[in-house]
């Protein structure tokens, strides 16, 4: 089986947490509406369970934004070149 390359990691985390990062957001702007009563969401949940929700998932929110964007910059900067490739004695 070939060696699995650092860069092969690198794109299961941008992938891994763009799929979380789409339900957390999914949760914060369902739950955001409900909070501002828009567009009937505050039928599907209380305020009070809105307002727990945006606050158990604040830090999960920044610390899979901050993975899942500063890794993909990194290989976009990589691919266009920016950062060069480390040579190998
Ligand atoms: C809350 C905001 C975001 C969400 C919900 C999100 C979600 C996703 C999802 C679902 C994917 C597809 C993963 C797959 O192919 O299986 C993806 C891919 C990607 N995202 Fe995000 N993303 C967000 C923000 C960002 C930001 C700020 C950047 C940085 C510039 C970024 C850069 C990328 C790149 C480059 C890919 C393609 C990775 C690849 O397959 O090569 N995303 N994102």
Do not use: E
């Not at 690198?10 to 501002?36: D, E, H, Q, S, Y």
């Not at 899979?64 to 290989?75: Q, T």
């Amino acid at each position: 089986m070939a060696k699995k390359t650092v860069n092969y990691y690198l794109v299961k985390i941008v992938r891994i947490t763009g799929w979380i990062l789409f339900l957390i957001m999914v949760l914060f702007i369902t739950t955001g509406f409900a909070l501002c009563g828009k567009y009937g969401f505050g039928k599907i949940i209380s305020t009070q369970a809105a307002l727990r929700i945006h606050k158990i998932f604040d830090m999960p929110l920044i610390v899979f934004f901050l993975a899942h964007s500063l890794v993909a910059i990194y290989l976009a900067f990589r691919r266009w070149g920016w950062i060069k490739k480390r040579k190998t004695a």
